[in-house]
């Protein structure tokens, strides 16, 4: 891990999309400036920064992010006999980006962790974390009630755990999932997500509203 004055020397890889800590995605890598970013980064047991893409796009010159992402650590690779390759990473913790360097290829970011603030109001946090827990299994068994089984959510333990795991999983605007990234406030992220929750749950039955995949729910739940 580097530093500079006291801030870490990140890769960043912008694109169209916001990852949340605890949670995974698979990305095809076909930019060789983006391929050799991932080579060094196995080499070295190192993570990556995913940033949501402001102004410019994922493909060609180098766009301008957003200046809150989150690192990521490599699980798994496969690599195409042309360079190509699918990778599957998984989100660990928030950074904000105080510098950024575009002299090489790809983006650096010099960055400082994005802490969670102590929560302030134990008794208002406990209760939203309980009617997010209730809704959010309401949202599952809707999902998957006309199918022939059953399933059981099993919640993360930690509450900002649950708050990012609920919110990646949620269909949202990029722009609002980026407002509940650079949130600090555990009690403020969960008032902004009980709302869409409860949207989810009413539109749910209807024939064009988005689906959660099974395979995104994998890590959450398990057949009665």
């Known amino acids: 891990m580097d530093f ?13 999309t916001v990852l949340f800590p605890y949670a995974s995605i698979q990305l095809h ?11 060094d980064c196995i080499a070295a047991d190192a993570p990556f920064g995913i940033v949501l893409i402001r102004s410019g796009f994922e493909v060609g010159e180098i766009a301008d992010p957003y200046r809150v992402g989150t690192a990521v650590r490599i699980k798994d690779v496969h690599n195409y006999d042309d360079g190509r390759m699918d990778i599957y990473v998984q989100g660990e913790r928030r950074f904000r980006i ?12 010099l960055v400082e962790p994005v802490e969670e603030e102590p929560v302030s109001d134990p008794d208002r946090a406990a209760f939203l974390l309980e009617q997010a827990r209730e809704e959010f299994e309401v949202l599952v068994q809707r999902l998957f009630e006309r199918q022939e089984f059953g399933v059981q959510v099993v919640f993360p333990p930690d509450p900002v755990a649950l708050s990012f795991t609920i919110a990646n999983l949620l269909s949202m605007e990029n722009i609002n999932k980026q407002r509940l990234l ?12 009980l709302p869409v929750l409860r949207t989810h749950i009413m539109d749910a039955d209807q024939p064009n509203y988005y689906r959660i ?3 995104e729910l994998r890590e959450w739940i398990s057949p009665n």
Do not use: C, K, W
């Open 213 to 215: 995949d099974s395979q």
């Open 4 to 16: 500079v004055r006291g801030l870490e020397q990140l890769p960043l890889f912008p694109l169209n």
């Open 29 to 39: 890598v076909f930019e060789e400036r983006y391929q050799s970013m991932v080579r």
């Open 98 to 109: 105080r510098h950024l360097d575009d002299r090489e290829a790809h983006l650096i970011g």
């Open 182 to 193: 650079e949130t600090t406030d555990t009690i403020e992220r969960f008032e902004a997500l």
